[in-house]
């Protein structure tokens, strides 16, 4: 299960890319000339992208998420629910971090706590 969790973000993350840009109405815009309308294939090309976009970074994201996972059971010697806790603090934290403190920290928490909701359901 842990290997794969990589590659769902990517499809999810692409799907979400495609979905987001497929609702938002600046795909396809060129700003040196606002009053053109798009063609058709702009706008596939730059879904395509976002998509592609958002795939990388959500297969990164669980990708973090699944090595941590793996290193901190391996030490911890025990599979429970506080390995993907832990894990998505890390995560999170690492994440956010790149914002300054306050956002890594919030970004542990908030990841953390998903993570434990989402270990409460599977279990």
Known sequence: MKSCVSCVGFVLGGAFGVFTAGI???VGFDPKDPLRTPTAREVLKDMGQRGMSY????AIVGAMFSCTECIIESHRGKSDWKN?????????????FRAGLKA???GCGGFAAFSA???YYLR
């Open 117 to 119: 909701a989402i270990e």
């Open 104 to 106: 890594g920290v919030l």
């Open 24 to 26: 938002d109405s600046n």
């Open 55 to 58: 795939a990388k970074n959500f």
């Open 84 to 96: 993907a806790v832990y894990s998505g603090c890390v995560t999170g934290g690492a994440i956010g």
